[in-house]
């Protein structure tokens, strides 16, 4: 059996010290980002693995970072996982996966229980509507516009603008809107974007119905559409809007020949469900590979990313609807179903 590389065969080969391969792969001391790119792509090419035990003792870090996701059954977060993972491993880094449960109490013991492990730094995704701890080290947020200052966001708001511009541009004029939980940042971010571009226009109708993150709570939601005169559907997650197609195709309503339908994320679902679904879609890689920059104090927290509208079969333009009655141009009505468990966080 071969011998195990070690820290100067990488050294050997790059023509450099070993002092200055092991400041490149734990990102102490000062070493170029071209150089330091060049270790870790010689010594993964090598199968050089360090051992990160003794680089902790030596170098007091342990090249771990803590991730908290607020619930790994949302397809979304085990994709932005896998693109955090990406960005770490090119820096030789490794990660500790934490779930809260979509429990407030549940993200709190899993940071708390990050910092025990003796991570490096925390990148946290938060539970909706809660606070998070103060940490004694580098704690990175991937949420809203609001919260940019401390790491990193997708421009939600500008995302809802961008639906709110593709139907009104398909002659859309009454839309159900399915507007997640009350308490989330997120979907309020894409309801803003929504209403800035609905609410000057003439005799367009919002109506505004929130629900968990669920499929059958779209289900229910739009169980009134033929009666309501609604032309489309646009929900702030691919969760509600697959919901949505699903309930409306069961019971053999034209989509979109009689109602078109968007959602938000761009989950591997959209293109995948029949008729394949328009969405927004976020730049996850970017988002991760900020994020863990941001942990690593390669870069300033503190920036909001482009997202893009993804025009699919789900979306066509309107039929000729019922008259929206007098006195509700630009209006926005609100109304809620009965509620399923809530299942999706932020």
């Known amino acids: 059996m071969s011998r195990r590389p070690t820290i100067r065969d ?6 450099v010290s070993a002092a200055t391969v092991s400041y490149a792969l734990s990102g102490n001391g000062r070493v170029s980002r071209s150089l330091a790119a060049q270790v870790r792509e010689t010594a993964a090419a090598m199968g050089y693995v360090p051992r990160h035990a003794a680089m902790a003792l030596r170098t007091g870090r342990s090249a771990l970072l803590g991730v908290v996701l607020p619930n790994i059954a949302n397809p979304l977060f085990p994709a932005l996982a896998q693109e955090i993972g990406r ?16 429990e407030a ?39 809203t516009a609001a919260s940019s200052e401390r790491g990193v966001c997708s421009d939600h708001r500008e995302g809802g603008r961008l639906v709110a511009r593709h139907l009104l541009g398909l002659g859309h004029r009454r839309i159900l809107v399915l507007a997640g939980p009350e308490n989330s940042r997120v979907a309020q971010e894409r309801l803003a974007g929504l209403h800035d571009v609905l ?14 993150y669920r499929p059958e709570g779209a289900a229910e939601a739009v169980q ?21 197609v699903n309930a409306l195709v069961a019971r053999g309503i034209d989509v979109p020949g009689k109602v078109s ?14 008729p394949e679904l328009t969405t927004v879609r976020q730049n996850l890689a970017r988002i991760a590979e900020s994020a863990v920059a941001m942990a ?25 609807a019922r008259r929206t009655p007098a006195g509700s141009s630009a209006a926005t009505r609100s109304s809620a179903p009965a509620r399923s468990p809530e ?3 932020a």
């Open 261 to 274: 339908v968007t959602g938000f994320d761009d989950l591997v679902w959209a293109s995948i469900v029949r």
């Open 199 to 212: 609410a000057g226009t003439e005799a367009a109708a919002l109506t505004i119905r929130h629900t968990a």
């Open 224 to 244: 009134d559409l033929g009666e309501a005169g609604w032309t489309a559907v646009a929900a702030v997650s691919d969760t509600l809007a697959i919901g949505a």
């Open 87 to 102: 960005a770490a491993r090119r820096r030789s880094y490794a990660l500790l996966l934490a779930d809260s449960l979509d």
């Open 10 to 15: 990488v050294a050997r080969v790059v023509g």
């Open 296 to 320: 690593l104090g390669e870069r300033e927290p503190g920036e909001i990313v482009p997202v893009e509208l993804v025009v699919r079969c789900s979306t066509a333009t309107a039929v000729p």
């Open 343 to 345: 299942g999706e966080p």
């Open 105 to 143: 109490a549940g993200q709190d013991l899993a940071v708390t229980q990050m910092m025990a492990r003796g991570v490096d730094a925390l990148i946290v995704v938060p539970r909706r509507g809660s606070t998070l701890p103060e940490a004694p080290l580098p704690l990175v947020v991937i949420d």
